[in-house]
């Protein structure tokens, strides 16, 4: 062994003192706790759709005239397809409710306040790419609910004031859903996003090696007893054993669940029920509750201030005296959006 770490270090002089220090950041106690480390599950998700998605690529075909049968030749033909389409299915609800988990317990701990707004604001440029990849991952299958599903998000993102249209058209690739349109979601899907979104998680993950994680104050804790253990191997443990538990929930999910094809889109028709992914239904509800230009403004409104919260939980702090009023705040946004949700998933219109 010793001969081998010689023969590495001769070729790569990195001192083994540096490496561990690089490598053995102290992780504070409370991040024993899996909700509390919930950053690492999406993490790893996002490397199994990283995976899974490579070898799905290697039967999908983007154009509009064989998309949709080459999803159907993955589910019925390839060898473990229907086990690949349901894994990387599973895993992009997995990972998009473990991002939205996470974004809570950071919300709800205050760890985006000072120093950690600028990664707060990373964090919500996560959110979006997630988004946007569960958005167009299911546009791909060109189903009828997928196709119109695409149709109607197009159709909102036209209503944008000023740019709106511009987008539309970068999106569809013309005015209207066309020959254009899958190649876009396909690249968008497989390229644009997930090289954004690694690129993202390294600024995200050295910011908060630069800045540790934020301490917290339990109650009955003494201050200066508070511990820290290593990084190195004690919390890589800990996400290699939530990773093991991810892997088999994705394979109990996957087999139990197995993944369908639905009809195929035909532009023509116009399904009586037009319903996105289940992480857009609050969004979807909130567009059908206030139409046009104001649904759409106050929408851009309410991502904007998620972005900028940091800066106006800080101006409230300082300000006026309820400097706790983000938890009232956090409690009903989160009571507001599952009842949004809840309400379009059990409707028809
Ligand atoms: C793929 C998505 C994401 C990954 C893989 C990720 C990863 C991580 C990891 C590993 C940590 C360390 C502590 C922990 O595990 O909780 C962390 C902390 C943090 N994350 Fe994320 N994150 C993601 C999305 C987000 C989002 C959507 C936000 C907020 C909008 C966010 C904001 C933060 C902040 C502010 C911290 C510092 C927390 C502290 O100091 O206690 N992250 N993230």
Known sequence: M????????ERLPVPAGALRELTNEPVPNHLKKWWFALGGTPAYLFVVQIVTGILLAVYYESSTSSAYDSVRAITQNVSFGWFLRGLHKWGATLMIAAVILHQMRVYFTGAYRKPREINWMVGMTILICTLM??????????????YWGATVAANITGS??????FLRTMLLGADTYSRQTLPRFFILHAAVLPVALILLLVIHIGIIRLQGVTELQFEGEDKAERKHFNFFPDHLYTELMVGLTLMIVLSVLATVYPVTVGPRANPLVTPEVIK??????????????????????????IVFTMYCWPFIDDWIRRKTRYTEASVWIGIVAVLSIIGLTMWEALVTH
Request: glycine share 10%; net charge negative.
């Open 160 to 165: 944008v004031p000023v740019v709106g249209d």
């Open 276 to 301: 996105p992914e289940w992480f857009f239904y609050v969004t979807f509800r909130w567009l059908k509750l206030f139409s046009g230009t104001f649904a759409v403004l106050s929408t851009g409104l």
């Open 133 to 146: 990849l569960g958005f167009t991952g299911y546009s791909l299958v060109y189903e009828q609910l997928s």
């Open 2 to 9: 010793t001969t081998i770490v010689a023969w590495i270090q």
